[in-house]
């Protein structure tokens, strides 16, 4: 699965037609000398900070990439760097598991930071003999995009004034029950209270007996 974001395109490139190597002096079939090279020059003058490499596989067992990075604070050439080494993308060489698939190399896969790169290598390996030919096709690089710091804030913003607009009431009472029971317990303090008697209970007669502590001497 892709993780770029939906309306990064990926960028334009030229691959030069593979090369196989060839072992010895045999040029009958090079396909089956088992290993192939294929660049993918990115746009002259204008490196790139690669985020991701996808591609479909067709009948590749391996495949290590190789970047040719360029120091921008040196004048020094470009180098040659592994990022990633023979990376299995069939089950077994000799069977169909994954032969067809689509893939996605992602830059947390990488050995190596993949920035500044103004050459791709891919170098396919297919030790099996059962396969006439494979290679890679419909290869994309998508470039590595910097999030916006201003659009972080905007998003955070937003989602606080979600939870702020739909607080999580779960495992509280339904307000309007608590009102209700509310407004009925007020009622009901008033009829208690209007209904209260006057009638006023003698001053020193208690139960029918006099309180000696009640009376006042004259």
């Not at 000799?94 to 791709?120: A, F, K, L």
Request: net charge negative; glycine share 4%.
């Amino acid at each position: 699965m892709s993780g770029t974001p939906d309306d990064t395109k990926p960028v334009s490139f030229t691959v030069k037609a593979p090369v196989y190597l060839q072992i010895g002096d045999a040029k009958a079939d090079t396909a089956h000398s088992g290993v192939c090279v294929v660049d993918v020059n990115l746009p002259f003058g204008k490196p790139v900070n690669i985020e991701e490499v996808t591609f479909k596989n067709c009948y590749t067992a391996y495949v290590t990439v190789r970047l040719l990075r360029r120091n921008p604070e040196q004048e020094a050439p470009a180098k040659w760097c592994t990022a990633v080494r023979d990376l299995p993308l069939m089950d077994n060489p000799h069977t169909e598991g994954g032969s067809q698939d689509y893939y996605t190399i992602h830059r947390t896969q990488m050995q190596v930071e993949p920035d500044h790169v103004v050459c791709v290598r891919l170098i396919l390996r297919q030790p099996s003999l059962a396969w006439l030919t494979f290679s890679l096709e419909d290869i994309k690089i998508f470039p590595h995009t910097e999030p916006d710091p201003e659009k972080e804030v905007s998003d955070w913003l937003s989602d606080l004034t979600l939870i702020d607009q739909h607080p999580d009431l779960e495992g509280l009472p339904d307000p309007q029950t608590v009102s209700s029971s509310i407004q009925q317990m007020w009622a009901l303090t008033e009829v208690m209270q209007t209904n209260q008697t006057t009638a006023s209970i003698g001053r020193f007669d208690v139960d029918g007996c006099y309180d000696i502590s009640l009376l006042s001497l004259t």
